[in-house]
Every structure is written in C-alpha cells, then in structure tokens.
C-alpha cells in the first residue's frame, strides 16, 4: 500500500512561488505515473499536472499550464510541482496521486494511491 507525503504548502502573495513536493513511504515511485491535484473551497477536486514515469511526458491542466511545473527525481523518490506567479484563485488544498501505470493517460483517471495533502493559500 503507498502512503504519499506532500509537504512545501504555505502562504504567499499573488505573484509569489512555491514548490510542493510528494514522496512514498518505503515504496518506490519510479515506475508510476504521478499527478498533482487540488481541491478549492467548495469545489471537486481537480487534476492540475502529470508526470509519467521517467518524465517524457508531462500533462498540465489549461488552468495552471505556463505556470506550474511538474518534475521528478526517481533517485530520491520525489515528485515536485513548482507553482509561479500565483493567483488567489490558487488557493486549494494540493494533493499528490499516483497512477496505476507509467503513463499519464487522462489528467485525472487511474489513481490508486492518494497523499493527504498540503494547503496553498495566495492572499495579500
């Protein structure tokens, strides 16, 4: 069973930047696609970025694409996702899922494993 870990959730000013990372405890990572999710106030949560496995492909969702970046180092086991130039609609709770497959396949679909996720909050 993976337990994912997010951690580097914070609050910023619009503009401001952050990196959020996800990890496995004792389970490896590498061979699984992993997507980053959010979930605002009253909203369903929502699928922003994917990374496959060995990082050739990387999906983002329209809302956040040119702003997030996703990335991963398989050797320490971490997932990042880099979130620049936040907005106060960015505000959400981020959590990091891994995929059944190496592949991203659809944003959101095949996700057998959840972490519990980390708080992003963008206000002045």
């Known amino acids: 069973q993976f337990q994912l870990v997010e951690s580097g959730g914070s609050s910023v000013q619009p503009g401001g930047s952050l990196n959020l990372s996800c990890t496995a405890s004792?389970?490896?990572?590498?061979?699984?696609?992993i997507a980053w999710f959010r979930q605002r106030p009253d909203r369903n949560r929502m699928a922003v970025a994917c990374?496959?496995?060995?990082?050739?492909?990387?999906k983002y969702n329209a809302y956040v694409e040119g702003r997030f970046t996703v990335s991963r180092d398989n050797a320490k086991n971490m997932v990042y996702l880099h979130l620049n130039d936040l907005k106060p609609e960015d505000t959400a709770v981020y959590y990091c899922?891994?995929?059944?497959?190496?592949?991203?396949?659809?944003?959101?679909?095949?996700?057998?494993?959840w972490g519990q996720g980390t708080q992003v909050t963008v206000s002045s």
């Open positions: 899922a891994k995929k059944r497959y190496s592949m991203c396949g659809s944003l959101a679909g095949d996700i057998d494993a």
């Open positions: 004792g389970r490896s990572l590498g061979r699984y696609a």
């Open positions: 990374i496959s496995d060995t990082s050739l492909t990387k």
